[in-house]
């Protein structure tokens, strides 16, 4: 299930199933939006992008969703495994603009 | 063909003192960001930079943080004076073209842990 920790909310899924962490952007002007996975210690590597054009994008094992109706993005990973557990971050790119804004994250737990 | 390279991976200053972190971008990119984490938060943008330019640097605090890309060498945020609210892990991201596609050709590097004891 899903809860709010002290600090990041955290999803707790069994080895196997699948997961989907949700995201809320904040810019309606938002043209590109990418999904980071970060390990402890790590940097953030990327997992999937989309762009504004598109509402569904297919990777390895991972679907990127985007609503731009409520401003939302999910990531569905299918068949979780142990290597998944990490924290995942959306970011999205402002039309016009280089930077990346993080949202706020949410750690994956997998449990066996 | 290395991705992007920080050093030193930890830092340790006391308060006062200067920190200077470095970042060589991923070979043939010419795009540089620097973003900074607090723990169990997402990364904070603060600075991007082109060779010998500052292209976007809204996200810096405006005293003590500077930041350059020369034509030659690394990237280096510079911190003066640190105080222990300046300890964080800071990321350095590059790019080829600042566009967006395909990944926006943004790697990130495994970041520097700064602690201001």
């Known amino acids: 299930g899903e809860s709010v920790g002290l600090h990041l909310p955290t999803l707790s899924v069994q080895e196997g199933d699948n997961s989907i962490i949700n995201c809320a952007y904040s810019n309606s002007a938002s043209d590109y939006f990418i999904w980071y996975k970060q390990e402890s210690g790590k940097g953030p590597q990327f997992i999937i992008d989309?762009?504004?054009?598109?509402d569904k994008r297919q990777g390895q094992r991972v679907t990127v969703l985007l609503n731009k109706t409520v401003k939302h993005l999910s990531l569905q990973i299918a068949a979780t495994q142990p290597g998944d557990s990490a924290v995942y971050f959306c970011?999205?790119?402002?039309?016009?603009?280089?930077?990346?804004?993080f949202g706020a994250g949410t750690r994956l737990a997998v449990h066996p | 063909n290395a991705g992007v390279m920080q050093n030193p991976r930890h830092l340790v200053r006391r308060r006062g003192q200067e920190a200077r972190l470095r970042c060589s971008p991923v070979k043939g990119h010419s795009h540089v960001y620097w973003y900074r984490q607090l723990p169990e938060e997402g990364l904070k943008f603060m600075v991007y930079?082109?060779?010998?330019?500052?292209?976007?640097e809204s996200g810096m605090p405006k005293e003590r943080f500077s930041a350059e890309f020369p034509k030659e060498g690394p990237s280096i945020l510079r911190i003066q004076q640190v105080v222990r609210g300046d300890s964080a892990a800071y990321f350095c991201?590059?790019?080829?073209?600042?566009?967006?596609?395909?990944?926006?050709?943004?790697?990130f590097g495994s970041g520097t842990r700064l602690t201001v004891v």
């Open positions: 970011a999205e790119k402002k039309s016009g603009y280089n930077k990346l804004i």
């Open positions: 991201a590059s790019s080829k073209l600042g566009k967006a596609y395909d990944n926006y050709g943004y790697t």
């Open positions: 989309i762009r504004s054009n598109m």
């Open positions: 930079l082109q060779k010998e330019n500052i292209i976007d």
